[in-house]
């Protein structure tokens, strides 16, 4: 019998870390297992009302020992003993201001319970004030370094958020050496050295998050830095000038770790990358196809040629880079900054009376469901409620974090399931502004690819978006597709594949479910989708 090689896919997303083994020859998933980050899931700090959101280094690791030796314990010998890469995913940009050697500063007894010292989350809005400061002085500077982040550097990225610290808290910011993005720190981790000058900084989440781009040189000249804050400049100049693609081999798996991880020692160990873009590679993107990662949020993947792009700089997304999703292509980014949270939010409102009479709150966990069937019955007009999604603010086109969300239409008759209908057409509608946007930027999108918790779990919600873009949207079978994504990565730092185009091939799972426009729908949701526009100023 041949010999069989195994990789693990880590992803690291906002509530949890999940874990996956794969057989690398044909992308089965022999195990898989889930942790959900200690701290985080108690709420510890975290403001939501002053929207800070904090993830402690300690639940990252915890999580991740967890994971691991709970999907080895699935495996047989055979597997153990043949696991022979590993890589990663995280959310992003969450950054983390960190001492000499690297170490993020809440791992110090100094700042163990210091919210500040923390990874600050991809969804912290507290640095709107320093992303403005950045937006103003890129746009007046000799080089724009925003042309490549869609014109606006957005809050929810690193330089804010460090900016932003560095501002508010003196003992972090006298104690702070350097910062990192978790999916650089992890990777490094792993290897055994985290020192700020060596460690491999991922292409992924540096040109879209971090301002790097190979046209200026690679992150924006000292002084932009330092007319901002002297301590960025200091910190800036730490970077090393080169950024790496995700099949980059960060190095291989320390003793140490792999005692930890319940994984042989001396495997190949991949540099992380941002979780949409290596799940749009677990969904097998290709040229001109979207890969919608649909969650709490959404984030949107396209590929283009270099000779399809040329030199044009699309306006009012998150960012394009080369190398971010396939090495050899450059990879665009957008999304919605609230998606299932908008439902969430509707549900939370609904079940306001359960928590506050004591009533039956097992009633709470079938509101959504109830409202899915009910809404999936009603007619669809051009006189329906409409409603803008921005409910925590507009991510792309055009990044606007103070935007709010909004309903429109309503009457004394208009009836819960009939909010719930347009507050799901409202994120398909958001959606539609984003392809659009591409669309008048010269970027085709031929087929759209749906992964993530809500492509699985409504078939409403996917029909809605169908029926409102117009176009065929295809579900992918894996329920895990970043993380099938970070393994088909470690296959090639692994040396199994040879690239990750031939990785995908192997390895992907395909897709279990399509959804077809109807027509007849479509044209009523033009008419309504022009009052979206309207409501929302655009």
């Not at 791992?107 to 809005?125: G, N």
Request: hydrophobic residues 40%; aromatic residues 8%.
């Amino acid at each position: 019998m041949a010999h069989k090689n195994y990789v693990i896919g880590i992803d690291f997303g906002s509530d949890s870390v999940r874990a996956l083994v794969v057989d690398c020859a044909t992308g089965k998933e022999l195990a898989q297992s889930v942790s959900y980050y200690r701290h985080w899931k108690q709420g510890d700090y975290c403001s939501p009302k002053d929207n800070r959101y904090r993830q402690h280094p300690q639940d990252y690791i915890d999580s991740l020992v967890e994971i691991t030796n709970g999907a080895m314990a699935q495996c047989s010998e055979e597997v153990k003993a043949n696991i022979v890469g590993i890589s990663f995913d995280t959310t992003a940009s969450t950054p983390a201001l960190t001492n000499r050697e690297g170490t993020p500063l809440a791992l110090t007894e100094e700042f163990a319970d210091e919210p500040d010292a923390m990874f600050v989350l991809w969804k912290d809005h507290t640095a709107i004030a320093e992303a403005d400061e950045i937006n103003a002085l890129a746009h007046s500077y000799h080089t724009d370094y925003t042309l490549f982040s869609g014109g606006t550097y957005s809050c929810e990225w690193g330089w804010a958020k460090v900016l932003h610290i560095l501002r508010t808290n003196p003992a972090v910011a006298e104690a702070a050496y350097c910062w990192v993005e978790h999916c650089d720190w992890i990777s490094a981790l792993l290897t055994g050295d985290t020192t700020p000058e060596r460690i491999a900084r991922s292409r992924c989440v540096a040109g879209h998050k971090a301002l790097w781009n190979e046209s200026w040189g690679g992150l924006p000249e000292l002084e932009f830095f330092a007319a901002l804050h002297p301590q960025l400049a200091q910190m800036a100049a730490k970077f090393a000038e080169q950024t790496y693609t995700a099949d980059y081999r960060v190095g291989t798996l320390t003793a140490e770790w792999a005692a930890r991880l319940g994984l042989p020692e001396g495997i190949a160990v991949g540099l992380g990358a941002i979780d949409c873009h290596v799940g749009a590679v677990g969904a097998g993107i290709a040229d001109n196809m979207q890969v919608k990662v649909m969650g709490t949020s959404t984030c949107d993947i396209i590929v283009s040629s270099y000779e399809a792009v040329g030199d044009k700089a699309v306006r009012g997304i998150c960012g394009q880079v080369d190398g971010s999703v396939l090495p050899g292509k450059i990879g665009f980014e957008a999304g919605q900054a609230a998606f299932g949270d908008v439902y969430a939010w509707f549900k939370r409102l609904l079940a306001w009376p359960i928590g506050r009479f004591g009533l039956d709150a097992e009633v709470e966990d079938k509101i959504i469901a109830a409202l899915t069937e009910e809404a999936s019955r009603l007619p669809l007009t051009a006189d329906d409620p409409v409603a803008v999604d921005w409910f925590n603010g507009r991510r792309t086109p055009d990044a606007e974090p103070l935007a709010k969300g909004s309903i429109a239409g309503l009457t004394m008759a208009t009836t819960a399931p009939e909010i719930f209908k347009a507050l799901v057409e409202a994120t398909a509608f958001g959606s539609r502004a984003i392809n659009e946007r591409m669309s008048e930027e010269g970027v085709r999108i031929d087929e759209i690819i749906a992964v993530g918790g809500i492509s699985k779990k409504s078939a409403f919600v996917m029909q809605t978006m169908a029926d409102v873009i117009g176009v065929n949207i295809k579900v992918v079978r894996s329920e895990q597709a970043c993380a099938l994504g970070a393994a088909m990565f470690a296959s090639v730092v692994a040396g199994v594949h040879p690239n990750i185009v031939e990785a995908q091939r192997a390895m992907s799972s395909g897709y279990d479910a399509e959804y077809v426009p109807s027509e007849a729908r479509h044209n009523i949701y033009n008419a309504l989708y022009q009052k979206y526009l309207h409501l929302g100023h655009k």
